[in-house]
């Protein structure tokens, strides 16, 4: 996993059913926390504390944005294209995929692989 996070605690993090469900929809169309409370119909005093874990982990992004009336938001977006978890020798693995670092990822996939 490129990301330091231990696995236990990305593991921990989508084993929660309303952080999976945060997760899927904002992966489907981002949305302010009252819209996912909305779509979701959840609190969104839940929405809110599975957005904070779901960033803690880098698994989502935020962006404010600016609303007709001139109050600003955040919008949440899913920050990766796939996930993929291995297990291994009772060893779990995550693989987290991002696009936006295609390149990194290709060196450093080049480099895991030990080629030079």
Not at 62 to 75: F, I, M, P, Q, S
Not at 85 to 90: G, K, P, R, V, Y
């Amino acid at each position: 996993m490129a990301d330091e996070t231990p696995i236990e605690e990305i593991l921990n993090t989508i084993g929660d059913e309303h952080a999976r469900t945060v997760l899927a929809s904002v992966s489907r169309k981002s949305g302010s926390a009252k819209e996912l409370a909305d779509r979701l119909d959840l609190s969104q005093p839940t929405i809110y504390r599975r957005l904070d874990v779901l960033q803690e982990h880098d698994l989502i992004k935020e962006r404010t944005l600016v609303a007709d009336d001139g109050n600003h938001y955040k919008e949440y977006r899913c920050n990766f294209d796939s996930t993929v978890i291995s297990l291994e020798d009772d060893e779990y693995d995550v693989r987290i995929f991002r696009k936006e670092n295609l390149p990194d990822r290709f060196t450093q996939l080049w480099d895991e692989l030990g080629v030079k």
